[in-house]
C-alpha cells in the first residue's frame, strides 16, 4: 500500500516536472522567435532609413515615388527641416514617425528613434519620451523597454561612463554623446528630463530595471 502511493506521488511529481519543462521550453522559443523577427524588422526599417537620407537626407532634393517594404515605408509627402531648410522625405516604421537612429558600440545596439514613446510605439522600437529633439540643443530623453530577450535598451545597464552613443537625424546629421551620468531613481522622479544643459545637446535614456522597480537613467553630452 505504501508503495503504490509513493509511486503515485512519484508519478505526480514527474508529471508536474515534464510539464514545467516544457513550459519553460516554450516560453523559451517564443521568445527567441520573437526577438528574431524583431531583429529582422529591424534591419530592414535601418536599411530604409539609411536610403531615405540617401535619397533626400539634408541636399535639398526629393523623390514623389514612394518605397514600402514590409512594415517599413517612405512616403511621397515632404517635411521641411527646421535646420536646414531641406525637403525630407517622411519615413514611418510600423505606422510610426521615424526621427533618426541610435547607434551604441559598447552593447552592439542600433534601432531607429520613433517619433513618439507611447505603449503601442514602444513595442515597436525605442522613441522620444520628451525634449527639443533629436540633435537639437537642450535635453531629449529616449525611451526604451527592458525585455528579457534582451532588445531595445535591455543591456542599458552594462552601459559605463566614458561610452558612445551615436545619434543619426533626417538630415544625415551623426553626433556623437558620451555618458557622464548612469543612476537608478523612482518613476516618479522628473528631474533629469528638465535639466538645464548650458546650451549643449544632451539625450537621456531610460528604461526599467530588471525588478521594474526602478527607472535605470543614463545622461550623455555631445562631444
Not at 505504501?2 to 516554450?26: E, H, M, P, Q, W
Not at 552593447?107 to 519620451?129: C, F, H, N
Not at 557622464?180 to 523612482?186: A, E, G, H, M, Q
Not at 528638465?194 to 537621456?204: H, M, Q, V
Request: aromatic letters at 10%; hydrophobic letters at 35%; glycine letters at 8%.
Amino acid at each position: 500500500m505504501i508503495d503504490k502511493r509513493y509511486n503515485k506521488v512519484l508519478t505526480v511529481v514527474l508529471i508536474i516536472v515534464v510539464v514545467v519543462i516544457f513550459a519553460l521550453l516554450g516560453f523559451w522559443g517564443y521568445d527567441t522567435i520573437k526577438r528574431y523577427f524583431q531583429e529582422q524588422d529591424k534591419d530592414v526599417a535601418l536599411n530604409e532609413f539609411n536610403n531615405s537620407i540617401i535619397i533626400g537626407g539634408g541636399n535639398g532634393t526629393s523623390q514623389n515615388e514612394a518605397n514600402e517594404t514590409g512594415n517599413f515605408t517612405i512616403a511621397g509627402n515632404e517635411v521641411s527641416n527646421n535646420n536646414t531648410g531641406s525637403s525630407n522625405k517622411v519615413v514611418t516604421y510600423k505606422g510610426f514617425t521615424v526621427m533618426g537612429k541610435i547607434e551604441i558600440p559598447a552593447i552592439d545596439l542600433e534601432y531607429p528613434v520613433l517619433e513618439r514613446a507611447t505603449k503601442s510605439s514602444l513595442e515597436a522600437s525605442v522613441g522620444i519620451m520628451t525634449g527639443p529633439g533629436l540633435n537639437k540643443v537642450g535635453n531629449t530623453v529616449i525611451a526604451g523597454h527592458n525585455y528579457r530577450n534582451g532588445t531595445f535598451f535591455s543591456r542599458n545597464k552594462e552601459l559605463k561612463n566614458g561610452d558612445l552613443v551615436y545619434i543619426t537625424d533626417t538630415d544625415g546629421n551623426i553626433v556623437k554623446y558620451t555618458i557622464y551620468n548612469i543612476y537608478n531613481t523612482s518613476s516618479e522622479d522628473a528631474d533629469y528630463i528638465t535639466r538645464d544643459t548650458a546650451g549643449k545637446r544632451e539625450i537621456t535614456l531610460s528604461t526599467c530595471t530588471d525588478d521594474s522597480r526602478y527607472r535605470l537613467i543614463i545622461w550623455a553630452k555631445e562631444d
